[in-house]
């Protein structure tokens, strides 16, 4: 079946560092690309999405850009700040017969340092 | 807040008791969906509702059920409980346009169920 896999974590970077997660899928077809953030004691918000090849999502400073030919959509920002310290989920969208659903990588604990 | 509302936040309980999750989704979001969230399976999808029926299952174990109603709001029930079930549950609402192809699910705060 269709499948993330995600950088494994923890990431630990200081203020201003430049960050890159991983994220790289396995599907049939073409699905949707998706990052989801999860902040301590809270439910997931999506970050940001992709819906076709070569589509670039960007949303609070980051960005990811959906790459068929490596299978992959990392994210990335510039400059993170401490309040960016969450777990991040890369996701992709399968529908199968007329349902969609979700695949979640593992998650990435980002811990950022002032 | 994200729309999404689960009840209980916290539930504690011993080994073959039962329980029910509740989540009430965003206005005007017509599906519902189950995540079962722990520490060595990560985040694995469990059932989906659209409009009071269902659409889609998961990984959900026999012991687990679920049901939406006519006013939407979506209930998990799981029983005869093992340690093992012990996560976090969560609920997510869609409009569920599924000829888009890229639904947007907005997650509830979860519900953290311990077994002892």
Same mark, same amino acid.
């Given at each position: 079946? @269709?499948?993330?896999?995600?950088? /494994? ?5 200081? /203020? /201003? ?13 073409? #699905?949707? %690309? ?5 902040? #301590? ?5 999506? %970050? ?20 068929? /030919? ?42 950022? @340092?002032? | ?21 509740? +989540?009430?989704? !965003? ?5 519902? *969906?189950? *995540? ?13 509702? *659209? ?35 012990? &996560?976090? *549950?969560? +609920? &997510? ?6 000829? $888009?192809? $890229? ?5 509830? $705060?979860?519900? !953290?169920?311990?077994?002892?």
């Amino acid at each position: 079946g @269709n499948s993330v896999t995600q950088m /494994e974590g923890p990431v630990t970077l200081s /203020e /201003e560092a430049f960050l890159t997660i991983n994220c790289t899928y396995t599907a049939t077809g073409y #699905p949707s %690309l998706f990052w989801y953030v999860q902040y #301590p004691g809270e439910g997931l918000q999506l %970050l940001l999405k992709a819906t076709k090849a070569d589509d670039k999502g960007s949303n609070k400073g980051f960005e990811a850009t959906y790459r068929k /030919e490596t299978t992959s959509f990392h994210l990335e920002k510039g400059s993170v700040q401490v309040s960016d310290s969450a777990v991040y989920f890369c996701a992709l969208s399968e529908v199968i017969q007329g349902a969609q659903k979700l695949v979640f990588g593992q998650g990435t604990r980002l811990t950022i @340092n002032p | 807040d994200s729309g999404v509302t689960q009840t209980p936040k916290h539930l504690i309980t011993a080994t073959g008791q039962r329980v029910t999750l509740r +989540c009430s989704p !965003r206005s005007g979001d017509l599906s519902v *969906y189950w *995540y079962q969230q722990s520490l060595d399976q990560g985040l694995q999808f469990l059932i989906q509702y *659209y409009n009071g029926e269902e659409r889609a299952k998961g990984n959900i174990l026999e012991r687990f059920s679920a049901q939406q109603f006519p006013d939407l709001h979506s209930e998990l029930n799981l029983s005869s409980l093992e340690l093992g079930d012990s &996560a976090l *549950y969560f +609920c &997510a609402s869609s409009v569920d346009t599924l000829w $888009a192809g $890229a639904n947007v699910l907005t997650f509830g $705060a979860g519900s !953290r169920l311990t077994v002892l």
